[in-house]
Structure formats: structure tokens, C-alpha cells
């Protein structure tokens, strides 16, 4: 323990005075590494946030709570009153996807519409918006 002591109270004088050079190196060595880490870090997190692309495929067992209002997809036309829904199948990823976000966020109003795309993450959205993007 006092062996431990000495060569710490040791290393910190040596550091205060400066004499010490590879101990001050090896500071700024970890201090490297660790922006080295950090820049990493954040890399990786600004790759995440952008990376969220609609797969259609994942979209298959999402759509059935859409299904039930905007018809099948594939079908234009069901009954006369589901033109009151709009068909979304067909329009532009980059519209859907806005469109939900937009319900999402409260900017469009619909009750239902809103109860839905409130249960969804951006990855849901995405695909969804890829998956009728692709409806004809
Ligand atoms: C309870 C019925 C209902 C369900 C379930 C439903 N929708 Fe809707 N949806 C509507 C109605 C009604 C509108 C039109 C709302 C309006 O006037 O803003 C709409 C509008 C939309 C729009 C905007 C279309 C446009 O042309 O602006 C999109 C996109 C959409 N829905 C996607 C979905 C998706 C994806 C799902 C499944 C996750 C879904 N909806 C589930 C009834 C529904």
C-alpha cells in the first residue's frame, strides 16, 4: 500500500514539476483516442439518423391497420364510399411518408389518421411510404 503511495505522490510531483515527459505523452495519447472515440461516436449516430430506408418487404405486416380504409392494395376500387378515403396506393414515397409524418406530428388533423400514425416510428413510415409508393 505505501509502496502503491510513494510511486503515485512520485509520478504526481514529477508531473506537477514537468519532468515527467512520457507521462504527460501518455495523457494526451488517451486524450486521442478518446476524440478519436467520440468523433466516431457521432459518425455513426448521423449514419443512423439518415438512414432510414423504406423497405416495402418489412411493410407486409404493418399494412393490415391500413388495409381496412384504404382497401386492398392493388385495388383501385372497392365500394363508392371509399373514395371518401384517399387512395394512397401509387402516390410517392416521399408524399406518403410526409403525409404521416404530418398526421403524426398533429399538423393534419384526422382523428383516425392521426390515432394511426401516432403508433408509428420513422422506420414504419418509411416502409409503409415505400410499400404503397410501389402499389399500381
Ligand atoms: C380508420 C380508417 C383509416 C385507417 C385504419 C388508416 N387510414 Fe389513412 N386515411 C384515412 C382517411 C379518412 C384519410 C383522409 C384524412 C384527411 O382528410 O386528412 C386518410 C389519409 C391518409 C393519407 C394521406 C393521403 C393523401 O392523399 O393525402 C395517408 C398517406 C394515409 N392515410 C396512410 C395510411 C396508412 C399507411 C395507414 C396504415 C398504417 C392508414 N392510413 C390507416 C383513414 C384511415
Redesign the pocket.
Known amino acids: 500500500m505505501t509502496a502503491i503511495l510513494g510511486k503515485f505522490d512520485r509520478n504526481q510531483l514529477e508531473y506537477r514539476v514537468g519532468s515527467n515527459r512520457p507521462f504527460d505523452n501518455s495523457i494526451s495519447a488517451i486524450m486521442k483516442k478518446l476524440f478519436a472515440l467520440l468523433a466516431l461516436v457521432s459518425v455513426a449516430q448521423i449514419a443512423a439518423a439518415a438512414d432510414v430506408v423504406g423497405n416495402a418487404k418489412a411493410a407486409e405486416n404493418?399494412?393490415a391497420?391500413?388495409?381496412?380504409?384504404?382497401a386492398i392494395a392493388g385495388y383501385k376500387a372497392t365500394y363508392p364510399e371509399v373514395f371518401?378515403?384517399?387512395?394512397?396506393g401509387g402516390?410517392s414515397a416521399k408524399?406518403?411518408e410526409s403525409?404521416?409524418q404530418a398526421?403524426r406530428k398533429g399538423d393534419?388533423?384526422?382523428p383516425?389518421?392521426r390515432?394511426?400514425?401516432g403508433s408509428?416510428s420513422d422506420q414504419?413510415?418509411a416502409d409503409?411510404?415505400a410499400y404503397?409508393s410501389q402499389q399500381k
Open positions: 404493418k399494412v391497420m391500413c388495409i381496412g380504409c384504404h371518401q378515403v384517399p387512395m394512397i402516390q408524399y406518403i403525409a404521416l398526421y393534419r388533423k384526422h383516425s389518421m390515432g394511426i400514425a408509428l414504419d413510415i409503409l411510404a404503397y
